[in-house]
């Protein structure tokens, strides 16, 4: 295109600058995510309380306050990784970044734990009642999206064990980050709903 | 030099092998080539799902016809309905939206070029799924076929004991890929239209299609999940022994409707917006004004896209809701008809006093307008609690939707193919089969959809596949499948139309239409790389300053 009329008034547009597009994807991501969770929510919500056969959840649910606890302080892990990321010190970032994936995992072993006990000792599975159904369902979507997230933590970290991340992928680090405090977030209204709330 | 390679390149493509073009197509992450694939493939499922309108028309031409049997009817008014909106709705969407984003804000790509290609094989991919599931869905135990659920698949017919066989898993899993192929679409959309304007171009300066783009994507974002989800709710109840939809377990057949609803709803609007954003470009070039109340068409598409959001439960109606529940969603529904009708307005102000030039892109925006309006009073007609009591489920429904979607919807869409067309491919429709086609067109949708509400009226119920004479509806019907044969006629006209304007259409240079938006600034068909340097911009209308330097529009706007 050939404007020499627009270029020469457009001088006094240097400094144009428009936001990432990762951000702005990452953000559209989260927010369509979010409205995924928020039907899961809405039907746990108006279910409760719903189920024609037991067992309830006041029967069977105990407060997963380990795993809670785990989960979100690896939100404050993740952040620590990103500063000492920031700051060029990338043994730090190692350190917390695997904090970060082992609390991450053993917030998946004790809903391992929970479900193993749920259905075998319980035998609440499921198709047993519409508490089943729900419950399996909303927490299940949560624990994919944190085995998700597992996966793109434990990539960064093999890649940066064979030295592979360098401050070029600072903002990919951060899209992570991101995600995965958006996990944590949700944990937050899933543990009200379910274990507060539905109890 | 390395200008000189591009130049080299770009003026003599090198004639390829079928082969190769395939391949081309495969392998491509181009914008431009998406764009025009979606389309294109659209355009196919279009014809197929046309066909199968013209079967079901042909079935119910007279009464006690047998040409088609129940089962048969309900597989054809379900898929055709799964692929207008799903296969040829969203698609065309989404190719307009690929192809002329990029273009209209000076970007060379949309921001995720690969996301762009995989959003459209998922869609390809969904498509085949959903019309294989005639052949695939009887599987090993013989039940079933396509899916035989309607268009929105009400719980409990969708369960295990009354859909055996896969055809209900057919649509659900074809219609979530497709979902996951529009929401990376819409993504990709909205994160170009932020990240990637050229230079001077703001918000308010960017053209209006762009605005109503990001404004249906977004929409798509926030509402796409809740069909999503329910179709893999319905997955688990189905595979799972879950208990979402079963009513004997205690779960809610009603609960099905709210979440299909909560997207099925918006749907209508996000396939409506991009319809207004053609019109909202088209309407003021031949007007030879700029577009009228340009902040309060942003104003109204968003507020459109808001209320729109929370109207949904006036489909219905007739479940049983609390008072206060009909009452607020009939108010929430009469309320889209206020941004709708700004928008109304605004073209009508950008034509009044313009000098409008009647070419087949224009003459469709005013049939458009016409029958918009229409459309959106049939829609007041139903939001009253109590007459949709009395016609919902009916033909006078059938009839409005059809109004919207084709009346309103799809005359923007072809106005959009004759006024793009020139830009994809560098030659002109021609301009007397397009006359044709717009005259068969409409004659045809009127015959068709202003008599359909007739019968609906006298309580014709939809969706029934055939009816005993003597009822008064026999001569209406018979109009209805009659105007149905004459748009047939007029979409031949297109097609034909598309296809030779190919070779045979007039060259159509740079800017035909002496427009105002920056696609127009680039060769046709654009390069690969859009415009060789990236263009700045200081008003809505980039090339009016560059045609009239001694009158610039940025002299004017604050």
Known sequence: MTNEATIAVGQNALD???????????????LTETCIFSIFVAAYVFYIGKSLTGPTPREV???????????LSSSVTITLAERAFNRDRIGRFKIFWLATIVLAAIFLASTAVEWHRLIYQKGLTISTNLFGTTFYSLVGLHASHVIVGMCLLLLVFILSLRGHVNIMHRERLQMISWYWHFVDAVWIVVFTVVYVIGR | MAAQ?????????????????????????????????????????????????????WQLAIPNNHLVPPDVFNRLFTMHGTAMVFLVGMPILAGLGNYLVPLMIGARDMAFPRLNAFGYWMFLFGGLLLYFSYLGAPGLSGHGSAPDVGWFAYAPLTGRAFSRGHSTDYWILSLLLTGIGTTVSSINVIATAVSMRCRGMTLMRMPLFVWMMIVTNFMILLVMPALSVAQIMLLIDRYLGGRFFDTQAGGSALLWQHFFWIFGHPEVYILMIPGFACVSEIVPVFSRKPIFGYPVMVGATTMIGLISMGVWAHHMFSVGMTSTGNTFFAISTMLVAVPTGIKIFNWLGTMYGGKIHFEVPMI??????????????????????????????????????HYVLIGGLLFALFAGFYYWYPKAFGRMLNRKLGLWHFWLFTIGFHLTFDTMHIPGLLGMPRRIYTYDAGRGWETLNLITSLGALVQAAGILCLVINLLRSLKKGEVA???????????????????????????VVRSRRPLWDLKHPEDPDWKYEG
């Open chain 2, 364 to 401: 469709f925006c005013l049939g458009m307008l016409f029958q918009f309006l229409i459309a959106g009073l049939t829609g007041i007609m139903l939001a009253v609690v109590p007459f949709d009591w009395q016609l919902t489920d009916s033909y006078f429904v059938v009839a409005h939707f």
């Open chain 1, 61 to 71: 649910l105990d407060l997963p306050i380990l795993s809670t606890i785990c989960l």
């Open chain 2, 509 to 535: 240079g740079n800017d035909p239409w002496d427009a105002w938006t920056l696609e127009w600034a680039t060769s046709s068909p654009p390069p690969e790389y859009n415009f060789e340097t990236l263009p």
């Open chain 1, 16 to 30: 144009w600058k428009l936001p990432s597009s990762r951000k702005a994807a990452i953000i559209c991501l989260i």
């Open chain 2, 5 to 57: 390679e591009i130049s080299l390149i770009s003026s003599a493509p090198p004639r390829s092998s079928l082969i190769d073009r395939l391949h081309g197509l495969v392998v491509t992450v181009d914008h431009k080539k998406l764009g025009l694939m979606y389309i294109g493939t659209a355009l196919l499922f279009l014809v197929v799902a046309g066909l199968m309108a013209m079967v079901m028309r």
